[in-house]
């Protein structure tokens, strides 16, 4: 078992308030054509997986679909955080409409949070679109890493056509890409993308689909140190993807840094 021998941090997970979360959660699997999710999506369900389950820590998101949500739901990250301390860390939300994204960088910046998620095939907008370059400027002066939503061969706004060009564009940008960098284009997004230094991906909603010996390749291939644990909750089980990521069978090096240490470094956890 994982508990024993690794301090875990799940780097990706969405949280929604209880009113709304298992709606919230039915929503995304409809979009993706998977199953019913795992989990409901509440802070309480994740806190009673950390009890359960060995994982430690937490990096709590939500996606904002409409401008008016964002300062609210970066109110709600930030006040979960603050009473779960050591076991939550969050990132904020934007949206490319937001009218004064100055003012909501700042925010975010203000409440403490660790970085700021976008997801472009939900919030239909292409990554190298101007409003995201606006977003990706903001950012990189704050030192904030977005963690990027990548992948869809259904759709166009988040492959790595769209990802290169702000990967050359802001050198000084942390970017993390979700689901290695490409949700169901995993080798040719680990392809593409694996020699931009700046990148860093996570394995969320990836363990499950991809033979060991893939995943193994594709952690080879972007090294160890730049690969982040993250389940996607609420859509899977924090606790089997954390035993897949056991089944690949790394060093205990390479599996600490993927468990938690590359999250703490890019995220300026402590
Ligand atoms: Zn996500």
Redesign the pocket.
């Known amino acids: 078992m994982f508990r024993e021998k690794f301090y875990a941090i799940d780097a990706?997970c969405?949280v929604y308030p209880d009113a709304i979360a298992a709606k919230a959660a039915r929503a995304t699997c409809r979009f993706y054509d998977f199953d019913d999710p795992a989990n409901d999506g509440t802070i309480g369900r994740l806190l009673a997986i950390a009890e359960e389950s060995g994982i430690d820590g937490f990096v709590i998101?939500s996606?904002a679909t409409t401008p008016h949500q964002v300062e609210d739901i970066n109110r709600f990250i930030a006040a979960s955080v603050a009473a779960h301390p050591g076991v939550l860390y969050g990132l904020g939300t934007l949206h490319p409409d937001c009218a004064d994204m100055a003012a909501e960088v700042r925010l975010i910046v203000s409440l403490g949070l660790h970085g700021v998620?976008l997801?472009p095939d939900i919030q239909r907008v292409a990554l190298d679109d101007d409003r995201c370059r606006r977003i990706f400027r903001l950012c990189a002066d704050e030192g904030l890493p977005v963690?990027l939503?990548t992948g869809d061969r259904r759709y166009d706004y988040s492959n790595p056509n769209r990802l290169i060009p702000i990967l050359r564009e802001f050198p000084d940008l942390q970017v993390v890409g979700?689901h290695f960098g490409g949700f169901s284009v995993w080798e040719e997004a680990t392809a593409a993308l694996a020699d931009f230094g700046n990148l860093s991906v996570d394995c969320?909603s990836s363990l499950g689909f991809l033979s060991a010996d893939k995943a193994r390749q594709l952690v080879g291939r972007y090294g160890a140190s730049r690969v982040m644990f993250g389940s996607?909750y609420p859509l899977w089980q924090p606790q089997h993807e954390a035993e897949l990521l056991c089944g690949l069978r790394l060093s205990d090096a390479d599996t600490a840094a993927i468990f938690s240490e590359n999250a703490k470094r890019v995220y300026h956890l402590q």
Do not use: G, T
């Open positions: 990706h969405h998101q996606v998620k997801h963690l939503h979700a969320s996607d």
